[in-house]
T-cell receptor, first 110, second 113 residues
Framework: QKEVEQDPGPLSVPEGAIVSLNCTYS??????FMWYRQYSRKGPELLMY????GNKEDGRFTAQVDKSSKYISLFIRDSQPSDSATYLC??????????FGPGTRLSVLP | DGGITQSPKYLFRKEGQNVTLSCEQN?????MYWYRQDPGQGLRLIYY???????QKGDIAEGYSVSREKKESFPLTVTSAQKNPTAFYLC????????????FGPGTRLTVT
């Protein structure tokens, strides 16, 4: 079993839809949970990070962590074609052991 | 503008040649990282440095070398010992101890034939 798993997609949704992107993980010691957005042939861009369990909202994006299920989610409301990218989750134990998921490719159709 | 620059964007080399990828940051970050990204795989850590003149191996350091002589610069050399060097290479930086808030450069696509 890989340490962090993501459905690779591609996930195609119509413009305006609510998107749910998910990651599961096996290491219960992970404390920080990050979401990055990566456009084709570009470097990843940090969207947000959360510490431990709970929700965090930033504009149209909401990150959710369920440590009991070892499951994290990123929700995108009112999705736009400009949201079309690969979304990478990442996790770390404090300042160590930083692991990325393989990414989910999202396509938002106009 | 503060940020991370990587050069060149595309690099082509013949097998058996060493090649050095540049990474510069003006964010005043102490920590810098090198990752490799292959299709369908997550980013894998090659080397990282928490402070000038110090660096540690990541998960896939074999065939790579780095130096950290200046805070702003963290060049990566892909040696001829790296068996599959063709990949997308990403450099990142962060405040020391805040690995959860890394900022990435635009990447270098290396093709070795």
């Amino acid at each position: 079993q890989k340490e962090v798993e993501q459905d690779p997609g591609p996930l195609s949704v119509p413009e305006g839809a609510i998107v749910s992107l998910n990651c599961t993980y096996s290491n219960s010691a992970f404390q920080y949970f990050m979401w990055y957005r990566q456009y084709s042939r570009k470097g990843p861009e940090l969207l947000m990070y959360t510490y431990s369990s709970g929700n965090k909202e930033d504009g149209r994006f909401t990150a959710q962590v369920d440590k009991s299920s070892k499951y994290i989610s990123l929700f995108i409301r009112d999705s736009q074609p400009s949201d079309s990218a690969t979304y990478l989750c990442a996790m770390s134990v404090g300042g160590q052991n930083f692991v990325f998921g393989p990414g989910t490719r999202l396509s938002v159709l106009p | 503008d503060g940020g991370i620059t990587q050069s060149p964007k595309y690099l082509f080399r013949k097998e058996g040649q060493n090649v050095t990828l540049s990474c510069e940051q003006n964010l005043n970050h102490d920590a810098m990282y090198w990752y490799r990204q292959d299709p369908g795989q997550g980013l894998r850590l090659i080397y990282y440095s928490q402070i000038v003149n110090d660096f540690q191996k990541g998960d896939i350091a074999e065939g790579y070398s780095v130096s950290r002589e200046k805070k702003e610069s963290f060049p990566l050399t892909v040696t001829s010992a790296q068996k599959n060097p063709t990949a997308f290479y990403l450099c990142a930086s962060s405040i020391r101890g805040q690995v959860y808030e890394q900022y990435f450069g635009p990447g270098t696509r290396l093709t070795v034939t």
